[in-house]
């Protein structure tokens, strides 16, 4: 991907703007074009009172929520509003805690969830919280879009059910004989460890490859799946000129692509550079907070909403904001004063000290370890490198470059174990495997002049490879590098398999567009 587009925003000021001046920016700019912004009421004060306005900035603590305007508060009969775009997230304890989220196209009346452990049986019925945003006509060639992003919390589940439920609103009732074919359902976690498995990419965006990528995602049947950031590319080319259009309108098509999948698998997302959305909110994180519900257990969930925790049986799994540490594009760099980086600290070192973890997952944007176009970030070694090896951590998945590429198990920033595909490695010993798995559906990067490609079935081992990372100085410093171990220029995914028992393993593979096999290694923990 490239550097995060501030729509409307001169390139030689975008360049030298944080994330709020940016913000601020923009407000100014359309507050002179006499568009309205200001409070709304939230929908927990609404509730009830006909059509529900809810506000995503006053729900989750963002300083600027925006005002629906009169086409947003025109009636529309219910009946003939869908709901669409249905995601799951889980809680902080999957166990017993789900998050339910879709989007509707026009403000309805009482919008609501139907639950039970039986598809014939939804009496249960939850209202909705709704969380409204407001986007502007940012460019000539596009319209003002007014979104409704519902929301129900369930909590108290029970461990390892099955669970079905139907979203709805006055004039369409999922429970209906007509309407019976619009319920989902989700699994919650078992009460202890069990086999299981996730799958994980970053940088999807709309397009073919992504919808193939997602059907393939939906047979390996996981109990989650981890998106490292760049959801949507609602921010098109992302150069900070004044032809970049940002069109929220994506977000639209993304969720109903993203539907097969996230309304039967928790989708959990953390945020990349292309999240930052400069017109929502000072930290452009205003329209991630009214789009997904998720763990709100990081160190500051409303300014930081991509920064979380959750365990699923004998493993722990942390999302990261890489945006706040970037050397490479610093618009939000700092942006939690230090607080992810504390917590993080703390996080890693309760999930180690766990006896029933064995495993820690780690997940964010920009990469640590890469030779692609963006290469790797100083300022992510910097921050969590340290931490990473102290705590142990297993893999580490990102996204940013738009390919395939893994590392050997990496130690003191030197490869501490070669890894050829099919091999294993004992992350107590060897070091931490990097995993950049960038090939989600956006439009693809590649590796440098004379770099091959190197996947199962096509080995091409290179003895080093010239790179670079980025500095604090934001330029890129070269490197000759030997731990890149695999990379596929296509499009692809991750799927690990996790076994608890007397020796833990994780068995670990990437899997291209076409459902061949690219990549395979085991993490092996030490029994108890």
């Keep these: 991907m490239t550097d995060t587009p501030r729509v409307g925003i001169p390139e030689q000021l975008q360049s030298r703007m944080s994330m709020p001046e940016q913000h601020e920016y923009l407000r100014s700019k359309l507050s002179r074009r006499k568009v309205l912004v200001g409070g709304a009421a939230t929908a927990g004060t609404a509730g009830g009172l006909g059509l529900l306005a809810g506000s995503a900035g006053t729900a989750h603590g963002n300083p600027s929520p925006t ?125 202890s460890a069990e086999k299981f498995v996730f799958t994980a990419f970053g940088d999807q965006g709309v397009s073919y490859d992504a919808l193939a990528n997602d059907q393939l995602i939906l047979g390996q049947n996981p109990s989650f799946h981890l998106h490292a950031g760049d959801i949507c590319y609602a921010d098109s080319s992302g150069q900070g000129k004044e032809s970049d259009t940002y069109d929220a309108r994506v977000w639209d098509q993304f969720l109903a692509q993203t539907e097969s999948v996230a309304a039967s698998v928790p989708w959990m997302v953390t945020t990349g550079n292309h999240d930052m959305e400069a017109w929502y909110s000072p930290n452009g994180y205003g329209g991630q907070s009214a789009r997904w519900s998720l763990p709100e257990n990081g160190p500051d969930p409303a300014q930081a909403p ?124 060897d070091g931490i495997v990097h995993v950049t798995a960038g090939g989600a559906g956006k439009d693809l990067y590649g590796f440098g002049p004379g770099v091959k490609d190197s996947y199962e079935g096509h080995v091409h081992d290179h003895d080093h490879i010239l790179t670079f990372h980025w500095t604090k100085s934001r330029l890129p410093d070269p490197d000759t590098v030997e731990w890149s171990r695999v990379r596929y220029t296509g499009f692809s995914f991750l799927a690990v398999e996790v076994e608890p028992g007397s020796r833990p393993r994780m068995k670990v593979t990437a899997l291209a567009e076409s459902g061949e096999r690219i990549d395979a290694f085991e993490i092996v923990r030490p029994g108890s």
């Design 67 to 191: 005002l629906v305007t009169a086409r947003a508060t025109a009636e529309v009969d219910g009946a003939l509003v869908a709901p669409f775009g249905r995601h799951l997230a889980f809680g902080a304890d999957p166990r017993t805690q789900m998050r339910i989220s879709w989007q509707v196209p026009f403000a309805v009346k009482r919008p609501y969830l139907r639950v039970g452990t039986k598809p014939w049986e939804l009496s249960r019925k939850i209202e909705a919280e709704v969380r409204d945003l407001h986007t502007p006509s940012l460019s000539k060639k596009l319209p003002a879009v007014d979104q409704y992003y519902l929301h129900v919390a369930l909590d108290g589940l029970r461990p390892g059910t099955t669970y079905y439920y139907g979203v709805g609103h006055d004039g369409f009732d999922p429970a209906e004989a007509s309407r019976l074919s619009t319920i989902g359902s989700f699994r919650t976690a078992p009460a």
């Design 306 to 429: 991509g920064v979380y925790s959750f365990t699923y049986g004998n493993m722990g799994v942390v999302a990261l904001d890489a945006n706040d540490v970037s050397y490479e594009i610093p618009a939000n760099q700092g942006c939690t004063d230090g607080k992810q980086t504390e917590w993080l600290d703390k996080r890693l070192r309760s999930l180690r000290a766990d006896s029933g973890i064995d495993f820690i997952v780690v997940f964010f944007h920009h990469c640590a370890y890469s030779t692609s176009t963006h290469a790797s970030d100083g300022g992510v070694r910097d921050a969590w490198g340290d931490l990473f090896e102290k705590h142990q951590v297993d893999l580490v998945i990102n996204g940013h470059n738009h390919v395939y590429e893994r590392t050997d198990a990496i130690k003191g920033g030197e490869v501490g174990k070669p890894l050829p595909i099919g091999a294993t490695t004992d992350p107590t010993r």
